[in-house]
């Protein structure tokens, strides 16, 4: 007799869940990028925080993502089920009941919010609040299964950390903020299309209406072109705001010179050719998507620190 | 069946069970950190107390110092 025939446990579950197992409800990567950009947000905000406030802010902004990490991993656990790529998240595995997951969520959803406006300010908390609504319900439950466009709209969610990170510092919203929310929207699209290029089978046996399972790939290849080009004018145009500076000037344009050469390439050859060498263009600009994103906000850090230093001060 | 106190179950329960203590642990301590930022950013807090101290008094408008 085993123990676990003590609990009305779903069928599904085979074993007592560990701590890690929660740990990963949380969507540890996800969250790491989440305490990244918005602990640059902060940073390169004109106002000084006190640092046990940062870290305590930066902390509850990252439950607050990993929360709305959880929700998602309950209410999507039939696609992750069928998905390759996330067939091994803790409630699909069965390590971590679907109710768990929800009530995880809901809990540090709650808290997260709670103590950053104690942290913070109110307007931060409801920014956050704003984030795993946005994530939870509307990227997740309405636009994910419901319209290829559900990566343009609900990269919004991954967006919002920066612009909290500067609110926790100013209390308001303003260009600088919304810069740093555009560079990851319009960012978000030619990451995700490039993923689900070499991905194909998982989203369509999922049926989630990716782009290239709705109109093919010919087409998510002119997208991620075109967004590339939006892109790489935003995030150049950046360097010229109060938050830009040399170091991010010539970030940007080695980067977006290297991602407008790799979003061509995946414009101009066909599905064949990918499949012939294994969608090797679209891997290295996946690859490259990362990097693009960490160097882009580390630039607008090394700026900042420049501007603290007295070594840069702005370009007129 | 009777769960003795060295039961496989209480040895795969014992990790999660620190951890969870850490985490709480972890918690008060950022409660208490905070709030004490967050008390003495606003500096030294004084209030009346049976006795006239000149700095608890509000400064005199121009006006009042001219006459």
Redesign the interface.
Known sequence: MSDTSFHNASPARVRDPELRDYFDLLKPRVMSLVVFTALVGLLVAPVDVHPFVIFSSILFIAIGAGASGALNMWWDADIDEVMRRTSRRPVPAGRVGAGEALGLGLGLSLLSVMMLALSANMAAAAWLAFTIFFYAVIYSMWLKRSTPQNIVIGGAAGAFPPMIGWVVATGSVSLEAVLMFALIFMWTPPHFWALALFMKDDYSKAGVPMLTVTHGHAVTRTHIWWYTVALATLAVGMAFSTIGGPIYLATALVLNGMFLKGAWAIWRRTTPEAEADNFSVEKRFFRLSLLYLFLHFGALLADATLARLGLWGGWL | ?T?RAT???HE??K??NI??AALLVGFAA?LF??SV?KVS?HGPIQRFDHVVRPELVPAPTPAETEN
């Open positions: 069946m769960l039961h496989e179950l795969r329960r990790g999660r951890g969870v950022i950190g905070l930022v950013e």
